[in-house]
T-cell receptor, first 111, second 114 residues
């Protein structure tokens, strides 16, 4: 069975500082991993995904995540955050017939 | 443009009433999903459907019902048996169920019991 653990429920960070949102997973089958972002009162949007190949995947707005098989992690990073990055971020792993989501991490950007 | 449409955006229900949340997609996706979101609890799967005229219970199906008569539509009914229905409800779809295919989400329906 697949499962996802997001290690922090909330992460406060100053604007223009770097951030890391942590995600660990467990899976007994081939791993496909995702990060989704949810802005207030909206649905989730796909931020980036790992299917195969390079272990470092990037999004168009400066986020990146690295698949680490030995540590079963898929942490999300950004070198410099902006106030517009304020949102909730969900890590997810693909199961046989559905995606399993973590409980989410709220990113608070401090001025 | 293709996407998923959820309606209404806000819905108010009186005690003892059934209400139906609409979810329509024009992406030609086979699989559709309903999630409930409560603060601090992430997304919890209510029901999902991999093909027309078939659906499966998720983790919290009690007090809910669905139908999948058309590929494009997957309505969710919140029945009076659901004792705590106030939540944000999200519908999603996927090209096919299974590995590697991410979900496309609707913008959600916020249901409040009054």
């Amino acid at each position: 069975a697949q499962s996802v653990t997001q290690l922090d429920s909330q992460v406060p960070v100053f604007e223009e500082a770097p951030v890391e949102l942590r995600c660990n997973y467990s899976s007994s089958v081939s791993v496909y991993l995702f990060w989704y972002v949810q802005y207030p009162n909206q649905g989730l949007q796909l931020l980036l995904k790992y299917l195969s190949g390079s272990t470092l995947v990037e999004s168009i707005n400066g986020f990146e995540a690295e698949f680490n098989k030995s540590q079963t992690s898929f942490h999300l990073r950004k070198p410099s955050v902006h106030i517009s990055d304020t949102a909730e971020y969900f890590c997810a792993v693909s199961g046989n017939d559905k995606i399993i989501f973590g409980k989410g991490t709220r990113l608070h950007i401090l001025p | 443009d293709g996407g998923i449409t959820q309606s209404p955006k806000y819905l108010f229900r009186k005690e003892g009433q059934n209400v139906t949340l609409s979810c329509e997609q024009n992406l030609n996706h086979d699989a559709m999903y309903w999630y409930r979101q409560d603060p601090g609890q992430g997304l919890r799967l209510i029901y999902y459907s991999q093909i027309v005229n078939d659906f499966q219970k998720g983790d919290i199906a009690e007090g809910y019902s669905v139908s999948r008569e058309k590929k494009e539509s997957f309505p969710l009914t919140v029945t009076s048996a659901q004792k705590n229905p106030t939540a944000f409800y999200l519908c999603a779809s996927s090209i096919q169920p299974g590995a590697g295919y991410g979900y496309t989400f609707g913008s959600g329906t916020r249901l409040t019991v009054v």
